[in-house]
């Protein structure tokens, strides 16, 4: 990880250097800082803890006829949390969840992202992913879904939009020693325009890795509409060959804004699993949002599940900064579409409070 920060770094000194007559822009600094209370399960205390502490450097370079974006995002919560001895010899407590290089032409978008946030989540579980405790991806302690937020070692390409719909090829190469150049690969097609999201994709992880014959498929369809003050969502995934078991996964989520700055969000989770003996799970989730500025964020949450240890209550507090992002001073946040540049960085699959049909004040 540290080889992975410092090769990026020293790639974007060097590339400044070389290119001191093009325009280069300085980045763009953003975070976020998250707390909360939070009760979970009959076997874990009441606690209060950060959930999210994030910084991150995001801008781009217009070299000659080309143009670099490039994005490092760090995310410090498990040191923040730590209550190690220090000699435990722990140093895994900052999670580097971007780093990356996009390469934006007339002809779509490649990206190198030694580390990124999952495009596969975010285009297909956006929809449903309105929760704070309960996200909608594996790492998740109450997870019901088999994808993971975070992808390393990643290459991919993003089509050009043509009519709102666009399409994703990615590979990773996570092993080198395993006989396979490959080791997972994905696609997937989404439509979005100012209201209607639609998408469906597959990702699809070579036998090499598990211990399993077999590959591991795993694929997902998602629909969303969004009106002025309600937001709509589903997602279905499917898992076939999956080491911890073949099943189905059904996810609906509501956001309703019922007064200005106020949103109220439920969703139902059902996972089955083909296994008979295996026991099938479901969960009902709720929240109720205040969100007094496009930076702060207060919320109170509840979710219940088939497996009582998964049950969790949850009040906390999010502030969030990512100045030069916005075009003007004052100008308001929600709804709006992104463009240019926030644009290219969205379609390689990040999300903001700026794009429809994604979790509010996500950043870039």
């Known amino acids: 990880m540290k080889r992975l920060t410092l090769g990026l770094v020293a790639a974007t000194l060097s590339t400044a250097a070389l290119a001191a007559d093009d325009a280069i822009k300085m980045p763009d600094m953003y975070g976020s800082l998250a707390g909360r209370i939070i009760d979970q399960g009959d076997e874990k205390d009441f606690t209060a803890e950060a959930f999210e502490v994030r910084f991150g450097l995001k801008g781009n370079y217009q070299l000659a006829d080309y ?97 709102n719909a666009r399409a994703v090829v990615g590979v990773l190469t996570l092993k080198d020693d395993n006989d396979e150049d490959i080791d997972v690969w994905s696609y997937r097609v989404v439509y979005d325009d100012t209201r209607l999201h639609l998408g469906a994709g597959q990702v699809i992880t070579r ?15 998602s629909l969303g509409y969004t009106w002025p003050s309600l937001q709509l969502g589903l997602t279905f995934e499917h898992n076939d060959e999956d080491p911890a078991g073949d099943s189905q996964v059904l996810g609906v989520a509501a956001s309703y804004e019922f007064v200005p ?104």
């Open 67 to 163: 143009r670099v974006l490039y994005q490092f995002e760090a995310d410090f919560v498990d040191a923040v949390n730590d209550n190690q001895d220090a000699s435990s010899g722990d140093n895994n407590e900052v999670t580097v969840r971007r780093a990356r290089l996009l390469f934006p032409s007339q002809y779509g978008v490649a990206v190198l992202a030694p580390r990124t946030e999952s495009g596969q989540q975010k285009d297909l579980y956006g929809p449903i992913d309105i929760f704070e405790t309960n996200e909608a991806h594996k790492e998740q302690p109450s997870a019901l879904f088999r994808q993971a937020e975070l992808a390393s070692h990643v290459l991919a390409y993003i089509t050009p939009t043509f009519h």
């Open 261 to 364: 700055r106020w949103r109220l969000g439920l969703g139902y989770i059902d996972k089955d699993f083909d296994d008979a003996a295996v026991q099938d799970e479901d969960a009902m989730l709720i929240s109720l949002t205040y969100q007094p500025h496009d930076k702060l964020e207060f919320f109170v949450e509840a979710g219940e599940f088939e497996v009582d240890s998964k049950d969790n209550l949850s009040a906390g507090v999010k502030f969030t900064f990512w100045p030069g992002l916005l075009r003007g001073a004052g100008e308001p946040l929600l709804g709006r579409r992104c463009d240019g540049e926030a644009r290219a960085v969205c379609v390689a699959g990040a999300r903001c409070g700026k794009c429809l049909h994604r979790k509010l004040n996500r950043l870039h």
């Open 207 to 221: 036998e090499a890795l598990l211990p399993g014959t077999e590959d591991y498929v795993r694929s997902a369809l």
